[in-house]
């Protein structure tokens, strides 16, 4: 029987219904209007495409969204101080600075400089660390949309084994953090999986959950899963294009092979990318409730 699809898109879409109520109570009750300001230095079209979903998405659920585009050639200097100004800015409760910057321009320096309170992406070492630590704090938004649409499709992660393929800051060890820690929607066994691993899939056949954010494009076949595995594909990359020019992407797992196989699944696209976005907006209204004394 083939895999259940997880669709991205649907608990996306109810997610962002909850958060339209969540934004109109706000205003309503507190006269609160969650504020966002995405910066972004540059004319990287994939970029420019990211940043304006990030705002239109925003501006849908009826947060105040701000977009903010620097020249290329814009210096660390004045990016830092483009941040700090909208760090006292009490109209602001998010900030994100679009990645990856210009060569000139020290990402760490400048994800540093960001308040942690406003930090909607996560990515604060202030808020890395108290992820690790268990401690309440803005989750960057890709682990918090994977365990968002495991919870929403009730997958048991309690005593599972869960195996992550890839190592990155954003998602991988976030992800393997989240999901061995004592809390609901973890307590799982949890092996990472990375370029040197010696043999792949003597480690993803033990998966019960299977995460992958290695950026290969199709690495993960029918014979890296185990019969029935809930299979989640972070990957987005882009294997060609139509002849229109639209991009033509695949995700890290060979979803024709593995859907065969698999218990459940994500598409790409459709299945983690929207929850991406949507955890983004999760948090920016989280950070005005926390500011407000809300929280
Ligand atoms: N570039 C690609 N993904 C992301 C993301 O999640 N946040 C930021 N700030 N930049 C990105």
């Known amino acids: 029987m083939p895999a259940t699809l997880i669709s991205g898109v649907h608990i996306a ?3 962002r219904d909850e958060l339209r109520v969540e934004v109109s109570r706000l205003k309503n009750e507190h006269n609160l209007s969650p504020g966002l300001v995405t910066i972004l230095v540059g004319d990287d079209p994939a970029s420019q495409s990211y940043v304006r979903a ?7 659920l009826g947060l105040h969204s701000q977009q903010i585009t620097l020249s290329a050639d814009t210096s660390e200097t004045e990016l830092l101080q483009l941040v700090h100004t909208y760090n006292l800015d009490p109209l602001t409760h998010g ?3 679009q990645l990856p910057l210009p060569s000139q321009i020290n990402e760490a320096n400048i994800l540093s400089a960001i308040s942690p309170e406003k930090d909607v992406d996560g990515f604060h070492p202030v808020n890395v660390g108290r992820l690790m630590l268990g401690e309440p704090c803005l989750l960057p938004c890709t682990p918090q949309g994977i365990l968002e649409l ?3 499709t009730h997958v048991e992660t309690s005593g599972a084994e869960v195996v992550v393929v890839g190592r990155s800051n954003i998602v991988g060890k976030p992800i393997a953090n989240l999901m061995f820690q004592k809390r609901v929607g973890g307590n799982a066994t949890v092996t990472v999986c990375h370029t040197r691993t010696r043999d792949m899939a003597f480690h993803t ?7 992958v954010a290695a950026g290969v494009a199709k690495m993960i076949t029918a014979d890296h899963i185990k019969e029935g595995a809930v ?10 294009q139509t002849a229109s020019g639209k991009a033509v992407l695949a995700g890290d797992v060979d979803f024709d092979d593995v859907v065969k196989k698999a218990g459940a699944i994500t598409p790409v696209p459709g299945g983690v990318g929207p929850m991406t976005i949507t955890m983004l907006m999760k948090n920016t209204v989280q950070a005005a409730k926390q500011a407000a004394g809300l929280l």
């Open 150 to 152: 495991l919870q929403r």
């Open 13 to 15: 879409a109810t997610i």
């Open 54 to 60: 990030k705002n239109t998405t925003a501006r849908d």
């Open 95 to 97: 900030i994100l600075v």
């Open 231 to 240: 299979v989640i594909d972070v990957g987005v990359n882009r294997i060609g």
């Open 205 to 211: 056949k033990r998966a019960d959950i299977l995460i």
